[in-house]
């Protein structure tokens, strides 16, 4: 019995969310790791985990640019973007200021 080693290769997740602070419409744009299309889900949370947005997305080439918009509804304080990939979870913190 022989094993051969496989190298697996995972790009990190490079993503920031433009301008931090905003006003609540913001830029999530960067690179979700590798060069192929994927899909990716984009949800925004407050500080008690409740789940306020939710998207599915493309990453064309691996590259994100979506334009968020939460409208006038939510307050000022910090709030959680999570990216879910398939292979992948990150959370960035942003925080909303009117």
Same mark, same amino acid.
């Given at each position: ?31 979700? $790791? !590798? ?6 889900? =984009?949800?925004? +949370?407050?500080?008690? @985990? ?10 064309? $080439? !691996? ?6 918009? =939460?409208?006038? +509804?939510?307050?000022? @304080? ?21």
């Amino acid at each position: 019995t022989s094993v051969t080693p496989v190298l697996v290769s995972v790009l990190p997740i490079d993503v920031r969310v433009i301008p931090n602070p905003n006003n609540g419409t913001f830029v999530v744009k960067g690179t979700i $790791g !590798g060069t192929q299309d994927a899909d990716a889900t =984009l949800e925004i +949370t407050d500080v008690l @985990g409740q789940v306020i947005f939710s998207k599915k997305v493309s990453a064309l $080439g !691996g590259k994100i640019n979506e334009v968020i918009s =939460l409208g006038n +509804t939510l307050g000022n @304080g910090m709030y959680m973007l999570n990216l879910f990939t398939a292979n992948d979870h990150k959370v960035f913190h942003f925080v909303m200021e009117k």
